[in-house]
């Protein structure tokens, strides 16, 4: 359910969409997807969170006949561009120049009217502070999501807030990012609305195949218990502490796999180098096939110290994989309503050693809590649900747009 993330708030503030007043295609006034063109706002085409987040909100939205371009803030192409091109959506490279590119604000309008763009979405802090200005600019609407606690400085934060005046609507992907928003002070908060992210469902499933394969290519026994992480490899992933936590665990019948890239990866090859046995942590860098690695896993971890609702552990919930987290962003409240995993503090290497431990030493419990959680993402974390979601977003706020003119 969509709903208003101040509602806490101000007992006066209801639903964002009372299931009554919801458009329906055949509702007077509802907007026709087919003819919508929606411009997608990313920093880079890199391979992260939000960008699969855009990438399966342009597919849904290809699939229902709206016109969809992704526009990437750098004049690099990146590993994702091409999963955009495939899926039918036109890649655009708008470079931000220099510190703060008083252009690009304009450059973009320039853009998005051209391209004749209904709806501007932007993903995160540099995209809305270019973006959706040049939204209001090219007469477009705007919608913001935000997809984690964005720790900023000063002077961005400022940026980001009157940047936030003009947008129709500001999307938290969790409550505790919504809060954070709140506190932040980033958005008028009758704007703010919360959506959880969702996944292709159909690409995450426990599979023998896989885990046989993904072993023999490792090099990993296949009765070893395999604790394994998806995502960047950036200091806020914090995987320097999931390496402490694993070190004295490791050995033949116990092996760490991570897979992702970033800037933090120098640090993390030499903290793996000074372990003991660094030959049972395989550093397997950007993957595009996470759907296979993850079935070869035995139970999921995080240790990052900033999230918001990470696709990768909806990715790994929905494969069956029992998650060791730490206490940041969304998670907690996923883990504790589907009683499929345990949480510690972050930087906490003792703690996350110690709930690791307990998974491995009772595989029948972690296979009941793996069963939870691959449940709990099938009832409630499609991607599908998520591209309906925002849709009723947009059909929303256009319909305001209209009125209001």
Same mark, same amino acid.
């Given at each position: 359910?969509?709903?208003?993330?101040?509602?806490?708030?101000?007992?006066? =503030?209801?639903? *964002?969409?009372?299931?009554?007043?919801?458009?329906?295609?055949?509702?007077?006034?509802?907007? +026709?997807?087919?003819?919508?063109?929606?411009?997608?706002?990313?920093?880079?085409?890199? /391979?992260? $969170?939000?960008?699969?987040?855009?990438?399966?909100?342009?597919?849904?939205?290809?699939?229902?006949?709206?016109?969809?371009? *992704?526009?990437?803030?750098?004049?690099?192409?990146?590993?994702?561009?091409?999963?955009? &091109?495939?899926?039918?959506?036109?890649?655009?490279?708008?470079?931000?120049?220099?510190?703060?590119?008083? &252009?690009?604000?304009?450059?973009?309008?320039?853009?998005?009217?051209?391209?004749?763009?209904? /709806?501007?979405?932007?993903?995160?802090?540099?995209?809305?502070?270019?973006?959706?200005?040049?939204?209001?600019?090219?007469?477009? @609407?705007?919608?913001?999501?935000?997809? $984690?606690?964005?720790? +900023?400085?000063?002077?961005?934060?400022?940026?980001?807030?009157?940047?936030?005046?003009?947008?129709? *609507?500001?999307?938290?992907?969790?409550?505790?990012?919504?809060?954070?928003?709140?506190?932040?002070?980033?958005?008028?908060?009758?704007?703010?609305? &919360?959506?959880?992210?969702?996944?292709?469902?159909?690409?995450?499933?426990? +599979?023998?195949?896989?885990?046989?394969?993904?072993?023999?290519?490792?090099?990993?026994? @296949?009765?070893?218990?395999?604790?394994? =992480?998806?995502?960047?490899?950036?200091?806020?992933?914090?995987?320097?502490?999931?390496?402490?936590?694993?070190?004295?665990?490791?050995?033949?019948?116990?092996?760490?796999?991570?897979?992702? +890239?970033?800037?933090?990866?120098?640090?993390?090859?030499?903290?793996?180098?000074?372990?003991?046995?660094?030959?049972?942590?395989?550093?397997?860098?950007?993957?595009?096939?996470?759907?296979?690695?993850?079935?070869?896993?035995?139970?999921?971890?995080?240790?990052?110290?900033?999230?918001?609702?990470?696709?990768?552990?909806?990715?790994?919930?929905?494969?069956?994989?029992?998650?060791?987290?730490?206490?940041?962003?969304?998670?907690?409240?996923?883990? !504790?309503?589907?009683? *499929?995993?345990?949480?510690?503090?972050?930087?906490?290497?003792?703690?996350?050693?110690?709930?690791? $431990?307990?998974?491995?030493?009772?595989?029948?419990?972690?296979?009941?809590?793996?069963?939870?959680?691959?449940?709990?993402?099938?009832?409630?974390?499609? @991607?599908?649900?998520?591209?309906?979601?925002?849709?009723?977003?947009? !059909?929303?706020?256009?319909?305001?747009?209209?009125?209001?003119?």
């Amino acid at each position: 359910m969509l709903r208003r993330s101040g509602a806490d708030d101000d007992p006066a =503030t209801v639903d *964002c969409h009372p299931r009554d007043r919801r458009p329906s295609m055949t509702s007077p006034g509802a907007t +026709d997807r087919a003819r919508l063109t929606i411009a997608h706002v990313l920093p880079a085409f890199a /391979l992260g $969170g939000q960008e699969m987040v855009a990438l399966d909100l342009s597919s849904g939205q290809r699939r229902a006949g709206s016109r969809v371009l *992704c526009v990437g803030l750098s004049d690099e192409r990146g590993p994702i561009a091409d999963a955009f &091109t495939a899926r039918d959506v036109a890649v655009r490279n708008v470079a931000k120049r220099g510190g703060f590119d008083v &252009t690009l604000s304009l450059r973009l309008a320039q853009l998005f009217r051209r391209e004749q763009v209904d /709806l501007v979405h932007t993903h995160n802090p540099q995209p809305i502070i270019y973006a959706a200005p040049a939204a209001r600019l090219a007469g477009a @609407a705007a919608v913001h999501t935000r997809h $984690g606690e964005n720790i +900023d400085t000063w002077r961005r934060r400022l940026l980001r807030r009157a940047a936030a005046r003009f947008t129709d *609507c500001y999307v938290a992907v969790s409550d505790v990012t919504a809060n954070r928003t709140r506190i932040d002070r980033d958005v008028d908060v009758r704007k703010l609305v &919360t959506v959880p992210n969702g996944i292709d469902l159909s690409r995450y499933h426990p +599979d023998e195949g896989r885990r046989t394969a993904v072993r023999a290519e490792l090099g990993i026994p @296949a009765n070893a218990w395999v604790v394994g =992480t998806v995502g960047r490899v950036a200091p806020v992933k914090d995987h320097l502490t999931l390496v402490r936590a694993m070190a004295a665990r490791l050995g033949e019948r116990e092996q760490l796999v991570i897979v992702g +890239d970033g800037a933090a990866m120098p640090a993390l090859r030499e903290e793996v180098g000074r372990l003991p046995q660094p030959r049972y942590v395989h550093l397997l860098g950007a993957r595009l096939d996470a759907e296979r690695l993850l079935a070869a896993f035995d139970v999921f971890a995080l240790s990052s110290v900033e999230e918001g609702l990470p696709l990768a552990l909806l990715e790994a919930m929905a494969t069956g994989l029992p998650v060791v987290s730490t206490r940041v962003g969304g998670i907690p409240g996923v883990l !504790e309503r589907g009683d *499929c995993g345990s949480v510690v503090e972050p930087g906490d290497a003792d703690g996350l050693r110690r709930a690791l $431990g307990d998974m491995a030493a009772d595989a029948a419990h972690a296979h009941r809590l793996g069963e939870r959680a691959r449940r709990l993402a099938l009832a409630e974390y499609s @991607a599908e649900t998520m591209v309906e979601r925002y849709y009723e977003i947009y !059909e929303r706020v256009l319909r305001e747009r209209r009125r209001a003119s």
